[in-house]
């Protein structure tokens, strides 16, 4: 006869301490991802603005 193997999941509900830390790591995760994420673009905006590229055109 097999084992039976039964996958058991516990929800705990945290303290209210627990809660608000939680929270105020969320939200502070999240701004330094939008403050990263602008940077980035802000960045790849000013590398496309200062390069100088220029296209030629052959007329022949």
């Keep these: 006869m097999k084992k039976a193997i039964r996958k058991v999941t516990y929800k705990l509900k945290p ?7 939680l929270i105020n790591l969320f939200v502070h995760h999240h701004q330094l991802y939008n403050w990263a994420l602008r ?9 496309i603005a200062s390069s100088h590229v220029y296209i030629t055109v052959n007329n022949k």
């Design 39 to 47: 940077d980035r673009i802000e960045t790849s905006w000013f590398n």
């Design 15 to 21: 303290s209210v301490s627990q809660e608000e830390s």
